[in-house]
């Protein structure tokens, strides 16, 4: 059973930097695509960033060169590094894991596993 489990959020002023964490259980950060979702309220769910099995990384526009995404599989964990951070990353933001054939940033409803979300808030 996947279970995901994030940490690390908290508020910031605009400029500064976070890093989220998310541990996993058993093997599944070295066999799943593992990805970080964000929704604001009233928005949708937006992929942000993911990692493959192989380690090869994809970001979504708005956060390139600002975010990076890493992981540690004998820690079992993930890691959301976010620098120069604006008020429009206000989000909850889930760590999330999909099998490897639905890996693909621009759908991440198809991202079967979430955690329990952890709140980023910029001003």
């Known amino acids: 059973q996947v279970q995901l489990v994030e940490s690390g959020g908290g508020s910031v002023q605009a400029g500064g930097s976070l890093r989220i964490s998310c541990e996993a259980s058993g093997d599944t950060i070295s066999t799943y695509c593992m990805g970080w979702v964000r929704q604001a309220p009233g928005k949708e769910r937006e992929g942000v960033a993911l990692?493959?099995?192989?380690?090869?990384?994809a970001y979504v526009e708005s956060v390139k060169e600002r975010f990076t995404i890493s992981k540690d599989n004998a820690k079992r964990t993930l890691y959301l590094q976010m620098d120069s951070l604006k008020p429009e990353d206000t989000a909850m933001y889930y760590c999330?894991?999909?099998?490897?054939?639905?890996?693909?940033?621009?759908?991440?409803?198809?991202?079967?596993?979430w955690g329990q979300g952890t709140q980023v808030t910029v001003s």
């Open positions: 990692i493959d099995r192989d380690g090869k990384t």
């Open positions: 999330s894991a999909a099998p490897p054939r639905y890996c693909d940033i621009n759908y991440p409803g198809r991202f079967g596993y």
